[in-house]
Each structure stands twice: as C-alpha cells, then as structure tokens.
C-alpha cells in the first residue's frame, strides 16, 4: 500500500520558544485537498508553515511520499515537491511577470503557456514588473509561480484575502480547475469556509493549536450548526474586513 502524500504525526511546532501547534496529526492521499479551517489565530497558517519548514519544531514528524522531511530545509522542501502560497505572496517586485514565472519553474505539465492560458490577465502583462500589478494580480502570479514548481503539493495561505469580488470569482474558477480538475493535491487555508469547501475533498478545523473537527467537505458545508460553532467568529471578522 503506497505511503499518503502528507503525514503529520503529533506535530508541535511554532515561533521561537513559542508553541502553536499541539500535537496535530491527519494524512493527505495523493490527488486529494484539504480544507484548513479555523478562527483567527487558530495555527492554520502556522500548520503551513511548519510543512514549509519556517518555524521552529518541537515534536512530531512530518513525510512527504514516505519520506521523512521533518528537519529538511525549505529549499529542500521545494525540490522535493511542495508549492507555496504566502500571505504575502512572495513574488519578485523588481522583475517581471514572466521572469518570476521562468526563474523558478521546474519541469512539468504546468508550463509558462499553460499558466498564462489559466491567466489571461498575467500574459497580457507579461512584461510588467511585480511591483506594477495589482493586488489580484500579484496573487494569480504568486499561484502561477508556484505551479510553475510543478509541486506533489500545493499550500495555499488565505488567497481570496483582500481581492475585489470580480477576482475571488476568477481564482476560485482556476483553483477548482487545478484542484478538482487536474487533481493537484493542496491544503487550502481560507476564513470564508463556504467558499472553498466545494472545492475540497476533506476538511479540518483547528482551534488553540489542535484540530477540533475532521470530515469530508461536503459533510461540515451540510452542518451549518457546525460550522457556526466553530468558525462564526472568523467568518464575521472576514466579512467585516471586505467590506
């Protein structure tokens, strides 16, 4: 039987001698996504992190496709198959769109022509610089950046965050495109809930460091209850903040 794509064992992890993350376990099947939920200051984002390699561990363990990359450098991480999407998207400001997309890119089906025809609004800017787009745009590059890794695994930190709705709309039409379609296994962390869930295959909820609640999506999306209880801070909060 073939190893999960992602297993996490009893992982604490966080910032300096701070602990976030308490003791948090799940597996992610290859061609599936996840769903991290949670309220403001839950740990989702740090979760993410940790899988990246930018906090400090404490316990637990981490492999990728069985192999065992808890103490693995990020640029390590990357190479052997993890796509990242910050909050703060990480591009190049001071080179263009298309240089950000072939400074990094790895061999793949996910080419420089195959991003651009996802989107259309970064190949006609191709020759702009990072720093010249706008906050939309500098999220399609830094999805379209990460796929150009051609990674096992893409993680999504919050990436409707702050976006006018006309691009909420045209992101989550690509991400369903990548993840459903295509099968690009991800972990996708989002404050709307009811957004990505029909997106994902599963979803967990984390709360103080620890998760809470795991289920397939369509299960917790058909529990309002549920999902009040768990999120209704963080959702209001999120709403509020777009508007």
Known sequence: MAAPLLKLD????????ARVLNGVSFTLDDGKS??????????????????????????????????????????RRAAAGIGWVPQERNIFRSLSVEENLTAIARPGPWTVERIY?????????RRNLGNQLSGGEQQMLAVGRALALNPKLLLLDEPLEGLAPILVTELLDALRRVVTEEGMSAIIVEQKASKILPLTDDAIVLERG?????????????????????LAVGEKASTAKAE
């Open 117 to 125: 025809a996802m989107f259309p609004r970064l190949k006609e800017r």
């Open 10 to 17: 009893g992982l604490m992890a966080g910032y300096g001698e």
């Open 34 to 75: 996840l769903a991290l939920l949670g309220r403001n200051g839950s740990g989702k984002t740090t979760l993410l992190d940790t899988v990246v390699g930018v906090t400090s561990w404490h316990a637990g363990s981490i492999a990728l496709s069985g192999v065992d990359i808890t103490r693995m450098r990020p640029e």
């Open 210 to 230: 620890a998760i809470v609640h795991a289920s397939d999506s369509a299960a917790l999306l058909a529990d309002p209850a549920r999902l009040e209880r768990h």
